[in-house]
């Protein structure tokens, strides 16, 4: 599997993007509008977040979605048109019917997303000029395709893209995607955007099934703020320029599918590891539970507690909140039987602290990459959570933040 970085949403053979900047960010030196193409049908699949509020362009994109042929994603950044009742949703449908007449394809082909702001309308002058603009600027270039990646982003500070080559039946298929996410993430399907294309070709069921599972290692195994947003959608285009078929239980969908984990996995731990403030990747790893389930919960209640982030922040290696926020998780634990490793040092073991050098672990935590591991001794339940940490530049972000 060879990983491509650069120019990744249109890696794969048959898609081309466009990205301008039409005046609904402030900033006239960044992209607001992106448009992702595949140049022949194609299947789709897509989740949505599970946020009961949710924004105009998730409920049009769920209808589209459910038919299965997704050809095209519409994204704007700047305003997520999220609680902006009956107009907002007629001016997603809108914007579906002003893409469509410049892709020439259905307006049934194309996804709608937005992000940025809650509560403001669109300025639909701006969204008409962005989408013709788009529209007229496709092609597929590497230079293209990170446009595209630059076009999704709000409070991130960097691109996030990825893509991967594999050979399947002698032939390569290609897998590429970007993301945006720093804030309002949680571990709650989908917490941010993004958007998959793939040569392959692969029915809409079974890419849906792929789809899933690789969020469910993935994107639902994330957290920033335990915020889930409205706008949450991760969505994938599948072609079948590359000529390969993928099929149910085959060795040719086993191979698919560890080449979209990779890219599901790599765009979520870019979100974490570009969290708002953020200065540490986390990854929690809980073994020895009863069950994964429990395992999940013990390790989102870490990794979502201020208390541990913030000690996290200040390199201080406090494992004190770290076993009381996997003790209040709502699962039965065995003091006596549980160990607590910080970045591969025992801390804690069998319910009483080590006699470890505290200094040496702090040292330690000076990395950007901090690990725990939490032995519970209870069975062969396994998962990992990633997060990171919790800053004075994140309050400082998100208090000027502003509506």
């Not at 993935?218 to 959608?233: A, L, V």
């Not at 991760?234 to 984990?261: C, H, R, W």
């Amino acid at each position: 599997m060879d990983v491509i970085t650069t120019g990744c949403i249109v890696a794969p053979k048959g898609f081309k993007a466009g990205a301008v900047y039409c005046g609904i960010k402030t900033r006239e030196d960044s992209l607001d509008l992106g448009i992702v193409l595949s140049e022949c049908p194609s299947t789709g699949a897509a989740l949505f977040t599970t946020n009961q509020i949710y924004a105009a362009p998730v409920k049009y994109s769920i209808i589209t979605a459910q038919k299965g042929c997704i050809r095209s994603f519409v994204v704007n950044s700047g305003n997520a048109n999220a609680c902006t009742g009956e107009q907002g949703y007629k001016d997603a449908v809108e914007m579906a019917r002003i893409a469509s007449g410049c892709l020439k394809i259905s307006p049934e082909e194309i996804l709608i997303a937005s992000t940025g702001i809650i509560g403001r309308p669109l300025d639909m002058d701006k969204i008409t000029a962005g989408i013709k603009g788009a529209a007229a600027s496709l092609g597929n270039t590497p230079a293209h395709g990170n446009n595209m990646a630059r076009a999704i982003m709000t409070t991130d500070t960097r691109q996030k893209d990825v893509a991967v080559r594999l050979k399947i039946n002698g032939k390569d298929v290609t897998i590429g995607g970007i993301t945006k996410g720093a804030g309002m993430i949680a571990p709650n399907m989908a917490t941010m955007l993004c958007f998959i294309t793939t040569d392959a070709a692969v029915p809409a069921p079974l890419l849906n099934e792929c789809l899933r599972k690789s969020a469910d290692t993935s994107f639902n195994r994330i957290t920033i703020d335990g915020h889930t947003s409205t706008n949450d959608t991760v969505a994938v285009i599948a072609n079948g320029a590359s000529g390969v078929t993928i099929s149910p239980n085959s060795s040719e969908m086993k191979l698919f599918q560890q080449g979209l984990d990779y890219v599901a996995g790599y765009l979520a731990k870019a979100i974490v590891r570009d969290g708002e403030g953020a200065t540490k990747f986390i990854q929690i790893d809980v073994v020895g539970a009863r069950s994964r389930a429990d395992a999940v919960k013990i390790a989102r209640s870490i990794a979502d507690s201020p208390l541990v982030k913030t000690a996290i922040n200040g390199e201080d290696p406090n494992w004190g909140r770290i076993v009381s926020a996997a003790g209040y998780a709502g699962v039965a634990l065995d003091e006596s039987k549980t160990n607590l490793y910080i970045n591969e040092i025992l801390i804690f073991s069998k319910g009483m602290p080590t006699q470890n050098n505290l200094d040496v672990i702090s040292a330690s935590m000076k990395a950007g990459d901090i690990n725990l591991r939490l032995e519970l001794g209870l069975g062969d339940g396994a998962d990992t959570v990633w997060t990171c940490d919790l800053s004075h530049e994140y309050v400082t972000i998100n208090a000027e933040y502003h509506t």
